[in-house]
């Protein structure tokens, strides 16, 4: 088992009979939606979920999880995810998924947010490793692309893996991967990202998560945060 696959089944260990559970998007929440799939047939737990995509909702329904629509449900009891960056304040990093969003709704809306990584995804600062995503109204994009060009960005419209198009969330919007100044911090960046009229959301996750699990070792150690 790898550590991706091992914290996946220790947070799906942790889920109750009868929860509500947010579902991430990625390698690791795929990981989770599996084993949460296979105690709800092997052992009756009986869990409905809300998806933060079109692709992790294909993943639960063709296990037979119960999945609820997105716009149907006003809270949900957990949302379990992983992330691309922790700091160690725990901000995170999130969005090779591109579905901002939809995670960032669903972190919020949930009573709990469990953040699943491994050590490779601890880092000094938001940004160390990878651009961050912006979600940005389509018709809007160049004029936030010049805006956060104004802030020291610099980047582009993210493409599609063969780059023979560009990527497109399941909300219709475009996504700009960018990349800060170290000296920005990520407090005052979630900031000014969040005002920039025609983002939609951006992949900073401030004071969202309750829980960071995290393998060592081989190991699943839990850093509570709320
Ligand atoms: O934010 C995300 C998707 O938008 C993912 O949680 C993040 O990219 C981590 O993915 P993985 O579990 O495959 O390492």
Same mark, same amino acid.
């Given at each position: 088992m790898n550590d991706k696959e091992r914290v996946a089944h220790y947070a799906a260990q942790r889920v109750k009979d009868g929860m509500l559970v947010g579902l991430g998007t990625g390698s690791t *929440?795929?990981? %989770?939606?599996?084993e949460l799939a296979r105690r709800n047939r092997e052992e009756g737990l009986r869990v409905s979920v809300v998806s933060s995509s079109v692709v992790s909702a294909m993943k639960a329904q063709s296990l037979n999880l119960a999945?609820? /629509? %997105? =716009?149907?449900i006003n809270r949900l009891d957990v949302y379990v995810d /992983? #992330?691309?960056?922790?700091? #160690? =304040?725990f901000t995170l990093l999130k969005g090779r998924g591109f579905d901002l969003v939809r995670e960032k709704i669903l972190a919020r809306a *949930?009573? !709990? %947010?469990w953040v699943l990584i491994d050590p490779s995804? !601890?880092?000094d600062r938001i940004g160390a490793n990878y651009p961050? +995503? &912006?979600?940005?109204? +389509?018709? #809007?994009w160049q004029m936030v692309?010049?805006?956060l060009e104004l802030l020291g960005g610099r980047g582009d419209l993210r493409q599609t893996t063969n780059k023979d198009g560009l990527v497109m969330t399941s909300y219709g919007s475009l996504v700009l991967d960018m990349v800060f100044d170290a000296g920005l911090d990520s407090k005052a960046l979630n900031d000014r990202l969040s005002n920039t009229p025609g983002v939609i959301e951006h992949g900073i996750f401030s004071q969202l998560a309750s829980a960071v699990l995290c393998v060592i070792d081989g !190991?699943? &150690?839990? !850093?509570r945060v709320k």
């Open positions: *929440a795929n990981y %989770f939606i599996e999945l609820v /629509g %997105f =716009d149907t /992983g #992330a691309d960056e922790v700091t #160690a =304040d *949930a009573d !709990q %947010f995804k !601890q880092v961050i +995503p &912006v979600e940005v109204m +389509p018709f #809007a692309k010049r805006s !190991q699943v &150690v839990e !850093q």
